[in-house]
């Protein structure tokens, strides 16, 4: 099985730039497409961005991700990272790293994803 394991989140104000962390088991980034999700207080999971196995020049984002977030992955050390520039107080949520192998029309699903990490909390507050 596929481990996932996110770390990097923390407090930071608004403006800030932080870098999560996804690290993975041997092997999978070779075999799952990985995906960012965010849940804030209240509300629902939520899609941020993903690199595809087939397609990693080609990640995918959600509209709010796009112009701030980036995510990228180190094949060598098996892990994912998501940047994320000028974060608001909206931002603030659990952020959780998963691998599966969705298509494009699942790449957004949650459900089309099978490993998941635990989580890491980005608090966003001034």
């Known amino acids: 099985q596929a481990l996932v394991v996110e770390s990097g989140g923390g407090l930071v104000q608004p403006g800030d730039s932080l870098t999560l962390s996804c690290e993975t088991g041997?092997?999978?980034?070779?075999?799952?497409?990985i995906a960012w999700f965010r849940q804030a207080a209240g509300k629902g999971r939520e899609f941020v961005a993903a690199?595809?196995?087939?397609?990693?020049?080609?990640?995918t984002y959600a509209d709010f991700a796009q112009d701030r977030f980036a995510i990228s992955r180190d094949l060598a050390k098996s892990t994912v990272y998501l940047q994320m520039n000028n974060l608001q107080s909206e931002d603030t949520a659990n952020y959780s790293c998963?691998?599966?192998?969705?298509?494009?029309?699942?790449?957004?699903?949650?459900?089309?994803?099978?490993?998941w990490g635990q989580g890491t909390q980005v608090i966003v507050s001034s």
């Open positions: 998963a691998a599966g192998s969705p298509n494009l029309s699942t790449v957004r699903q949650p459900s089309a994803y099978i490993y």
């Open positions: 041997v092997g999978t980034l070779s075999y799952y497409s």
């Open positions: 690199v595809r196995r087939e397609k990693p020049a080609y990640p």
